[in-house]
């Protein structure tokens, strides 16, 4: 009889601790306000440390610590030898640990300016952040840049810890100033739940056990504050949400969806839209490797199966077809640029929103941050660890809500197309206007017509290079020669068109970027024309000639490379405009003191070092194959 009651007994502890709740929160501050103590210490008084972790513990804080014979708890969590050496922060570090009552992941974040991505990133997932501040220092610059990304990201729950309160005779006075001054910052940021706690990491005062040092302190201790806290993730009132993940098809008789609720419940019957098609049908079933459910709530991972054959693909949004999400192609959205190369408006990215990843750029910044002030600023780039509010533009509508209403459907990244990297992430605040009030008119003259009355194929032949390598010579030799053949062609030259439509920009990496943009624009208008277009253009960036190349079909983009080398270049420059760069006359010059990007794989590459003009031009239009 006893050995079941023991069995009972184990069998209600272990559900209990499957039905307990998760809390993801962060720790950040100044550099040395105690993160990794606080969170190392919370780990041994909830006692999650092995006995050979302990071990380890002591060895290292023997070996690296900074409190003498005592533990160094922020070894815990400083795993890096660069942080031990520096006694500094740098990467984000993630630890478990439970308690009764609840499970926790908490993320140490850095504390020094440069690693503000490393910051936002701990963020992105966490309900809650304990933000600590010295007592003795009160609220610093980085206080504020904290509290600022943390209000950005959503997070609306924010625990002040005013950490050391032994280095200040644990004075009520120091806590009462330094909460004044957080609670006004707090209210201009917009976070509303703000619970302050004055504590010793070190000391483990008010941490896990109230602090007689500090009897008037009467709210809870940091560690009853997190176990009892009843976290707003948002959400709830916007009604179903599913992004889906993986179309499910095992056989020819199951079509499911799977994908993690966003928001809202479902059941089946539910009447329910596929976003961004439109398509309305009722849920069949909701199936999990357990078996069917009678109803799936947020956070749940479900298969949906719908009564009709609707076009389904991953990405798409299942919604509560009564009050569905809304749908646009762009954006205001506030972005926190953690790329090492600076942002650059009109420059083509890939944009990834939950399951769905789509092309989009950047189209106006309309003010940066100063996160330190939360002044705005203008700017025309953003550089690593910058904040701005812009203006995106995505190659397709997509399904969103705002931020604040909805993480999964308003938060996402910018990815560099060439290396992958994740360079950007932000917020989507609303759609603008302009993309719901403007559509596609159909015209009954298309392409095809009008490059028939022409006879010929309408074709952009895309020439780059240096200054000085003979790309007009050479596109002039060839629209000569295809207008004496009876071709309908344009030329659209570098030069001339800053005479024009482009006299408005500079040459900055951000007006390079813009100048390619509104002539590519300009060239796929008249290749719908029928027109045989050349464009000869210095064009520098990879990234911007493929995105002028992805505007027209494949078959009528040609990529023409001029290559010769700078040192010829410099030789045949009438102008003067190298001799001027190097004396430093003329800044952000093409291959002196601004990059230039070869093509990798152009359609044609000339050798601009040794072929004559004419030989080149030759060449351009046999690949043409014009008679």
């Keep these: 009889m006893a050995g079941t009651d023991h069995a009972a007994a184990v069998a209600a502890y272990l559900r209990q601790h499957e039905t307990k709740g998760l809390l993801r929160f962060i720790t950040c501050g100044s550099v040395d306000d105690g993160k990794s103590t606080l969170i190392g210490r919370l780990l041994h008084d909830t006692k999650r440390l092995f006995d050979d972790q302990l071990a380890a513990l002591e060895k290292d804080s023997r070996r690296h610590g900074t409190q003498g014979e005592d533990i160094d708890f922020a070894l815990l969590v400083d795993g890096l030898a660069a942080e031990r050496e520096q006694g500094i922060t740098i990467d984000v570090a993630y630890r478990f640990f439970d308690t009764d009552r609840r499970k926790f992941i908490v993320a140490d974040c850095p504390g020094h300016e440069q690693y503000t991505r490393n910051m936002a990133t701990g963020a992105s997932t966490a309900d809650l952040a304990v933000v600590l501040v010295d007592a003795r220092k009160g609220l610093l610059t980085q206080t504020r840049r904290h509290s600022y990304i ?11 810890a005013v950490n050391k309160m032994d280095l200040v005779g644990y004075d009520e006075a120091v806590f009462a100033r330094i909460v004044e001054g957080y609670r006004e910052l707090a209210a201009r940021l917009g976070i509303s739940h703000v619970q302050c706690v004055p504590l010793s990491a070190l000391r483990g005062d008010n941490l896990s056990a109230r602090s007689a040092a500090m009897p008037w302190y009467a709210g809870p201790t940091l560690l009853e504050h997190l176990e009892t806290v009843q976290v707003d993730r948002g959400g709830d009132a916007t009604g179903f949400r599913l992004p889906v993940q993986w179309v499910c098809r095992p056989n020819q008789d199951f079509r499911g969806f799977a994908g993690t609720v966003a928001a809202g419940r479902v059941a089946p019957g539910d009447e329910v839209v596929v976003l961004p098609s439109g398509r309305r049908s009722k849920v069949r079933a909701l199936v999990t490797a357990d078996g069917e459910l009678a109803s799936a709530g947020r956070g749940q991972a479900v298969t949906l199966t719908l009564d009709d054959e609707v076009d389904v693909s991953r990405g798409d949004v299942i919604a509560a077809a009564a009050l569905p999400p809304q749908v646009a192609d762009q954006f205001a959205a506030h972005l926190l640029w953690m790329g090492d190369a600076p942002l650059l408006p009109g420059r083509p990215y890939w944009l990834k929103i939950g399951a769905r990843t789509l092309a989009a750029q950047v189209t106006e910044i309309k003010h940066k941050v100063d996160v330190n002030t939360q002044a705005r600023l203008a700017a025309k780039s953003l550089e690593l660890n ?26 996402f990244i910018l990815i560099d197309r060439q290396s992958n990297a994740t360079v950007g992430a932000g917020t989507l605040d609303f759609a603008l206007r302009r993309a719901a009030n403007i559509h596609w008119q159909h015209l009954e003259v298309d392409q095809a017509a009008r490059a028939g009355i022409k006879g010929q194929q309408p074709r ?82 990879r990234a911007e000639r493929r995105m002028a190349r992805e505007l027209f079909p494949r ?22 405009l190298y001799a001027k760069a190097r004396a430093g006359q003329i800044r952000n010059f093409t291959g002196i003191d601004s990059p230039y990007e070869a093509p990798e794989h152009p359609e044609l590459h000339l050798d601009g070092g040794s072929e004559t003009a004419e030989q080149m031009a030759a060449r351009v239009l046999a690949a043409l194959q014009v008679s």
Aim: charged residues 25%; negative net charge; glycine residues 8%.
């Design 555 to 576: 078959e009528q983009f040609v990529e023409v490379f001029v290559d010769t080398p700078l040192a010829v270049a410099e030789r045949r420059d009438v102008k003067g």
């Design 150 to 160: 943390v209000s950005l990201l959503g997070i609306r729950h924010v625990v002040l």
């Design 386 to 411: 910058e904040v701005a509010y812009c203006n995106l533009s995505l190659e397709q509508p997509i399904p969103f809500e705002a931020y604040a209403d909805n993480r999964t459907l308003g938060g």
């Design 460 to 541: 952009c032949l895309w020439f780059t290079g240096l200054s000085g390598a003979g790309k007009s010579t050479v596109a002039n030799l060839v629209e000569k020669q295809l207008l004496a053949k009876g071709y309908h062609t344009y030329l659209l030259d570098g030069d001339n068109v800053r005479h024009g439509l482009n006299k408005d920009l500079g040459f900055t990496d951000e007006d390079r970027v813009e100048n390619i943009r509104r002539v590519a624009e300009v060239a796929r208008l008249m290749t719908d024309a029928g027109l045989i277009v050349l464009v000869s253009f210095i064009s520098p960036f």
